[in-house]
């Protein structure tokens, strides 16, 4: 079975405890407008533009025009010669696909760096569009004795089948309103909500996200819409985390680079709107987490 990956690196206690190595997975089914890795949305890839290494040379079709890539003479490429047949920096494709085995002893190799309750995490993009090969791969993980994390945006109906092989579950939420979750991102949050009732109540390590976005889910009625939920599945649990990030555009560039349009407006969120948030949910019981 084989997996496509679009990055692959280490940090410390970030995307779960200790050093870890993370393995961001190719393909989301959610748009968001503000995502940081939009390299990793689109689940057959894209071509990634680095324009300091953007020649004439890069494609024989003559799709790099003024130092530019011409995208629309690529919709209809097909044998793509640029990333299949040269050897060159200036364009390629976003993810690598490899066999499960292979991935499988390349983390296993990595053992030595899994210091401090380390292990391997799996993101995205998002997890659960390669669902099959994600479930294989936690499975070898978890014989060869490494800890295992999946950061996931909760919608895949199957998630229960993953308890038994995860030892630290992340799951996003975004908005609590399934309507405008679904303008914005392309899907409702249904089944993120059943999700993250199901795994609060039956795995025992749980740290639950908001990424705050400015205009979109920072407002005070947001944050006790969020209040209530959390105080319904993790109020007074020790198994689980509540953790707020606020919104940056560190991925702006890449949205360009990938022949994308970056369309969110200028904004940010506030240190104290982010301690509103955290202080409310405190009141309710929740654990609340800065990694």
């Known amino acids: 079975m084989k997996i496509k990956v679009f990055q692959k690196g280490f940090n410390y206690s970030q995307d779960g405890r200790g050093n870890r190595l993370i393995l ?52 209809d490429c097909e044998d793509r010669p640029c990333i299949q047949k040269r050897r060159q920096k200036g364009i390629r494709l976003t993810y690598r696909e490899y066999e499960v085995s292979d991935l499988l002893k390349e983390c296993i190799g990595c053992k030595p760096m899994f210091f401090d309750g380390g292990g391997v995490t799996l993101t995205g993009g998002e997890i659960t569009l390669q669902f099959d090969a994600v479930k294989e791969l936690l499975g070898g993980l978890k014989e060869a004795g490494i800890h295992t994390a999946i950061e996931s945006n909760g919608t895949h109906p199957r998630m229960e089948e993953y308890i038994p092989l995860v030892d630290e579950w992340i799951m996003d939420i975004k908005h609590m309103d399934a309507k405008k979750h679904k303008e914005w991102l392309g899907v409702s949050n249904e089944r993120t909500i059943q999700n993250i009732r199901m795994a609060t109540e039956k795995h025992p390590d749980v740290l ?44 702006k560039g890449k949205w360009e680079q990938c022949g994308y349009t970056y369309t969110m407006k200028p904004g940010k969120i506030t240190p ?8 409310r949910f405190r009141e309710e019981g929740i654990q609340i987490v800065r990694t």
């Open 24 to 75: 961001h997975l190719q393909g989301c089914n959610m748009h968001c407008p503000w995502c940081s890795n939009p390299e990793g949305m689109t689940p057959g890839g894209a071509l990634f533009v680095e324009k300091e290494w953007l020649s004439k040379s890069c494609c024989p079709k003559g799709a790099v025009k003024d130092g530019r890539l011409d995208r629309t003479l690529c919709e």
């Open 208 to 251: 639950i996200r908001i990424p705050l976005i400015p205009g979109f889910n920072n407002s005070r009625e947001d944050a006790e819409e969020f209040a209530e939920f959390f105080k319904s599945c993790a109020a007074g649990r020790d198994n689980v985390r509540v953790e707020i990030l606020t919104y940056h555009e560190f991925g």
């Open 272 to 279: 104290e709107t982010r301690q509103y948030f955290e202080n």
